[in-house]
């Protein structure tokens, strides 16, 4: 059982920057993949980027590659998601979610994929 715990939400104005965290408990294999999502409301969820722990390759979104840098933290079991110039639409509950024994790969944004889910962490972004 692995478990995904997301911090470092909050209620930021628009413009500023955000990171946010998600800590893993022990992975069994080398080779995983840990996702970011966020859902805001009244809309799907949707994958923002993908990070391989084996050696730290990350995918993201053609959307937010300029804003949106993800970067995995091995000596901490960390992933964390850095947000900057925040807009009011980057409202959302944010997720971290893994699936074991792969890495990224295509398709990587489907959320079905994913086995384990963290319980989310608010962002509100005010204008």
């Known amino acids: 059982e692995v478990q995904l715990v997301e911090s470092g939400g909050g209620l930021v104005q628009a413009g500023g920057s955000l990171r946010l965290s998600c800590a893993y408990s022990?992975?069994?294999?080398?080779?995983?993949?840990i996702a970011w999502f966020r859902q805001a409301p009244g809309k799907e969820r949707e994958g923002l980027s993908c990070?391989?722990?084996?050696?730290?390759?990350?995918h993201s979104i053609e959307s937010e590659k300029g804003r949106f840098t993800t970067n995995h933290d091995n000596a901490k079991n960390t992933v964390r998601l850095e947000i900057d110039s925040l807009e009011p639409d980057d409202t959302a509950v944010y997720y971290c979610?893994?699936?074991?024994?792969?890495?990224?790969?295509?398709?990587?944004?489907?959320?079905?994929?994913?086995?384990?889910w963290g319980q989310g962490t608010q962002v509100t972004v005010s204008a």
């Open positions: 979610a893994a699936v074991m024994g792969m890495g990224c790969i295509t398709g990587w944004s489907t959320q079905g994929w994913y086995d384990y």
């Open positions: 022990r992975l069994v294999f080398d080779e995983n993949a």
């Open positions: 990070v391989t722990t084996s050696d730290g390759s990350t």
